[in-house]
């Protein structure tokens, strides 16, 4: 038998497949309900892992008390996994696809149940590194199952469904959906707090612009509701929201000037790198007028007291950390004074977040999904066939490294920024892989027709196609 992607033809072992990853589905309702059904799944998941208060609120838990470990709130996201399973064993191809999607996502859930030897709470870490690890699969199954369109039109119903429900709780329930403790008055929605608003906004934002962008969903549709969000973003009064939704639109639109010859490629990254160094050397001048802007303090809401705190405690454990998710749990644990005195449970930022979950094995093991982000998406928004697909990539990449600075959005477990960033990585490597497909297919074509004409014979009809060199197709057929 010839591996997957080869036949035999005439005794010789050929390089057969048009799309890689691709399963054939029958035509007929039973698989246009299966479609339909794990769509549902989908949208459920991204409801689901938004930040919101409505697994609270649907299993009759207080949406004020954000306490979501709740038996309640752990039963409703144990069925939540149980759908995504029997979505997955649905798709055999696609089930033994995941573990092999990214290595550096394996290895980081992976090392996160790792951590339960040497952690604080074990059994708080096992239990967590399990809804990492569902979150992180999540990700990966929607990567895989739908094409980019698709996965975009999925984001967008299910962000938009929490948008109109937060402006609903704003002015019918204010009590949840203003902030009524640091920042009154602050628009919140459905949100435990007014960042994470921003931050679902600012995903919401950019499928939006990339859908307007693509022409893949009609304008009188996408233009209103960026409004929509914009305007959530701007009553939250999330300086980081704010400012990251810029930034994601800039980079994503900026890529259209990547492409082309190198006398269209030179003077507009002079440009972007010249406005680049204008902006930090402002804000290097001016940081202070820039806070106020932006609504914080030169402590940055009292971050800078935080971050003193926790670098010393990274230094007693660099390399392995102190366990996933451990170190804010309990009132005995080192963070114990902050989560008692000033109710937070994360370090507010991500790169220290994440160093003490996972140590320094972990910042690496970011490193490498975030650079892949950032520099294949780069690369591949100017070479590549699936231009579109590695600009949002490489927009989600910039997203993350802006927000990073002053809020935890790495490994983050039953979370919208984690499964985004493992849609961004994923379909990158998919990328990746079809590329390296094609080129095989077309070295192989070489080879056959080569010693066709060595041998004087006439080159078969199968060698003399042409290789499909169009971008990666996702791994589902709708023929």
Known sequence: MPPPGYEMRDGIRIFSAAQPNTVRQPKGKPMKILDFLEKTIAVI???????????????????????????????????????????????????????????A??????????????????????????????????????????????????????????????????FAMPTIGLDSAQHVGAWKGVFFQKNVTGRMMVWLVLALVWLDWQKEMGRWFT????????????????GTGLVTS???????????????????????????????????????????????????DPTLTGRTVLWEHIVHSVGERPLQ???YAAYWS?????GSSFTRDWGITSAHSGWLELTLDLGLVGVALVVVVL???????????????????????????????????????????HSMNWVIATIAVVRLIQQSRWQRL????????????????????????????????????????RQ
Not at 372 to 380: I, K, P, T, V
């Open 438 to 477: 094609l080129n095989d297919r077309a070295a192989e074509q070489h080879r056959l027709r080569r010693n066709a004409a060595a041998a004087g014979a006439p080159s078969p009809a199968y060698a003399g196609r042409a290789a499909y060199a169009g971008p990666y197709p996702g791994p589902l057929s």
């Open 246 to 296: 810029v930034l994601v639109s800039v980079a994503l639109l900026s890529t259209t000037m990547l492409r082309g010859s190198i006398r269209n490629f030179a003077p507009t990254m002079a440009l972007l790198l010249a406005l680049l160094v204008i902006m930090v050397t402002a804000g290097a001048t001016f940081w202070y007028d820039v806070l106020y802007a932006l609504g914080r």
């Open 45 to 103: 998941g991204i409801i689901a892992f938004g930040g919101s208060v409505l697994p609270l609120m649907l299993t009759g838990g207080d949406p004020l008390a954000g306490d979501l470990e709740s038996a309640g709130v752990t039963i409703l996201y144990g069925g939540l996994y149980v759908l995504v399973l029997a979505a997955i064993a649905l798709r055999p191809s696609i089930a033994f696809q995941i573990p092999f999607a990214s290595p």
């Open 371 to 413: 650079g892949r982000m950032l520099f294949q998406g780069f690369f591949a928004a100017r070479y590549g066939n699936s231009r579109p697909e590695a600009a949002w990539a490489f927009a989600v990449g910039c997203a993350l490294l802006a927000v990073s600075v002053s809020e935890s959005v790495f490994a983050e477990r």
């Open 330 to 334: 309990g009132f005995n644990g080192p």
């Open 105 to 170: 996502l394996t290895a980081m859930i992976a090392f996160a149940f790792l951590t339960a030897l040497w952690s604080l709470f074990p059994d708080v870490t096992l239990r967590r590194s399990i809804a990492f690890m569902f979150t992180t699969v999540f990700g990966i199954w929607l990567a895989l199952r739908f094409r980019f369109p698709e996965i975009m039109r999925l984001l967008v119903v299910g962000l938009s469904f929490l948008m109109f429900v937060s402006f609903f709780m704003i």
């Open 321 to 323: 950390g102190y366990g």
């Open 223 to 238: 233009r209103p509701l960026i409004l929509l969000a914009m305007l959530l973003i701007v009553m939250s009064r999330s």
